[in-house]
C-alpha cells in the first residue's frame, strides 16, 4: 500500500497536540497549587478569627502575678488588636491570591481550548488519512478484479494464434 501523503503533516500535529496536552496539565497543575494557596490562607485567617475570639474571652482573665491589672488589660488588647491587623492581611493576601487563581483559570482554560482546536485538526486529518486508505484498499480490489476478470476472458476466449 502506498504511504500517505500527508504522514509527516500527521506527525507534526500529534507532536502538537502532546505539547498542547502537556500545556493543559501544567496549567492544571499551577491552578491546584493556586487553589491550595487559597485554602491555606482561608485556614489561616479561620485560625487567626479563633486565636482572637479565645484572646478576647480570656480579656478579664485574673492576670498572672506580679503583672498589674491595667498593664496585662493593654497587652491583651493589643494582642488582640495585632490578630485583627494580621486577620486584615491575611484577607488582603486571599483577595490578591483569589485573583492569581481567576487569571490562572482563565488561562488554563484557553489554553484547554487551544488543545481542542489542535486535537481536532488532528483527528479531522487522521480521519482524513483512514478515507484515503479505504480508498486505496478499494482500487487496490477493482484492480484484483480487473485483472482476475481480464485473465478469466484470456482463458474462455479462444486464441486466434493457436
Not at 496536552?21 to 501544567?26: E, G, N
Not at 481567576?102 to 485538526?121: G, N, S
Request: glycine letters at 2%; a positive charge.
Amino acid at each position: 500500500m502506498k504511504r500517505y501523503p500527508l504522514a509527516t503533516l500527521i506527525r507534526l500535529r500529534e507532536h502538537r497536540t502532546q505539547a498542547a496536552q502537556q500545556l493543559v496539565l501544567q496549567h492544571q497543575r499551577e491552578v491546584a497549587a493556586k487553589r491550595a494557596a487559597c485554602v491555606e490562607i482561608e485556614r489561616h485567617i479561620q485560625a487567626l478569627g479563633e486565636e482572637r475570639a479565645r484572646q478576647r474571652r480570656q480579656l478579664l482573665d485574673p492576670p498572672p502575678a506580679g503583672i498589674a491589672w491595667p498593664t496585662a488589660l493593654a497587652q491583651r488588647e493589643a494582642h488582640i488588636e495585632l490578630l485583627q491587623q494580621q486577620t486584615e492581611l491575611a484577607h488582603q493576601q486571599l483577595l490578591r491570591a483569589q485573583q492569581l487563581l481567576t487569571e490562572a483559570e482563565a488561562e488554563l482554560q484557553k489554553v484547554r481550548e487551544a488543545f481542542f482546536r489542535v486535537k481536532a485538526r488532528e483527528d479531522a486529518l487522521k480521519k482524513r488519512k483512514d478515507l484515503w486508505r479505504e480508498e486505496q484498499h478499494a482500487n487496490e480490489l477493482r484492480q484484483e478484479e480487473l485483472a482476475s476478470a481480464e485473465l478469466l476472458h484470456r482463458r474462455t476466449t479462444p486464441n486466434a494464434f493457436h
